[in-house]
């Protein structure tokens, strides 16, 4: 399921954000990193899926 996630967070960060904590504070983070560059979204993302 993790590989999954991953795919989501590169194609739409929020979404891998999204299922892996739900609406949390890092949820509405991720949104934020991802308007402001989607890079920072994804790096994000990645270490959200990958630290829970």
Do not use: R
Request: aromatic share 12%.
């Amino acid at each position: 399921m993790d590989i999954l996630k991953i795919i989501f967070a590169i194609i739409l960060p929020p979404l891998g954000v999204f299922l892996e904590v739900g609406i949390t504070k890092h949820f509405w983070l991720n949104i934020l990193l991802t308007i402001l560059g989607y890079i920072p979204g994804i790096v994000h993302a990645i270490w959200i899926i990958a630290k829970h």
